[in-house]
T-cell receptor, first 110, second 113 residues
Framework: GEDVEQSLFLSVREGDSSVINCTYTDSSSTYLYWYKQEPGAGLQLLTYIFSNMDMKQDQRLTVLLNKKDKHLSLRIADTQTGDSAIYFCAERVGADGLTFGKGTHLIIQP | GAGVSQSPSNKVTEKGKDVELRCDPISGHTALYWYRQSLGQGLEFLIYFQGNSAPDKSGLPSDRFSAERTGGSVSTLTIQRTQQEDSAVYLC???????????FGQGTRLTVV
């Protein structure tokens, strides 16, 4: 079966790096995604990674994928107050719909 | 509009009534998804439409839930005889194809009283 797990909360100081972790169970995942949800808003795609990649970098965002451990992480460098949101990890297996984790609330301390 | 549009943005209904939630996907997107976001439960997959293929209804929680997509564009999610546990934010997403990124609407917040 499919299951995506994330920690519910992460608290970091402004200016530090945030690392949000995610584990998944289906080894046949084709794509893995990170979505951001700001209060009262829909989900916004931040980045995604193909399952045959180990790393993807996009400005302040770095995604690391460890297929052996079925572990995905999102690193946000120089975390700002505007990064405060819920971050969802999601996987796609074949032609199925996306399976999401419960989301990690990123809390920024001044 | 350029994005996925959902209506209404908020809906309060009495227990036992039927509700219809609407989703206008991005023009040209063949794939359309409905998800439910309950407090503390993350995102729950409900149903997936891909072009003219039969929809994947495997996520619908009960036979009170149904969805259709007319003309390969607008989709309506219908909940019959609503229950309090149906209260949630219902999110619609569309993508150009099944393998590409999904763009989400703002959601419809359903409250059953």
């Amino acid at each position: 079966g499919e299951d995506v797990e994330q920690s519910l909360f992460l608290s970091v100081r402004e200016g530090d790096s945030s690392v949000i972790n995610c584990t998944y169970t289906d080894s046949s995942s084709t794509y893995l995604y990170w979505y951001k949800q700001e209060p009262g808003a829909g989900l916004q795609l931040l980045t995604y990674i193909f399952s045959n990649m180990d790393m993807k970098q996009d400005q302040r965002l770095t995604v690391l994928l460890n297929k052996k451990d079925k572990h995905l992480s999102l690193r946000i460098a120089d975390t700002q107050t505007g990064d405060s949101a819920i971050y969802f990890c999601a996987e796609r297996v074949g032609a199925d719909g996306l399976t999401f984790g419960k989301g990690t609330h990123l809390i920024i301390q001044p | 509009g350029a994005g996925v549009s959902q209506s209404p943005s908020n809906k309060v209904t009495e227990k036992g009534k039927d509700v219809e939630l609407r989703c206008d996907p991005i023009s040209g997107h063949t794939a359309l998804y409905w998800y439910r976001q309950s407090l503390g439960q993350g995102l729950e997959f409900l149903i997936y439409f891909q072009g003219n293929s039969a929809p994947d209804k495997s996520g619908l929680p009960s036979d009170r839930f149904s969805a259709e997509r007319t003309g390969g564009s607008v989709s309506t999610l219908t909940i019959q005889r609503t229950q309090q546990e149906d209260s949630a934010v219902y999110l619609c997403a569309s993508s150009l194809a099944r393998e590409t990124e999904a763009f989400f609407g703002q959601g419809t917040r359903l409250t059953v009283v």
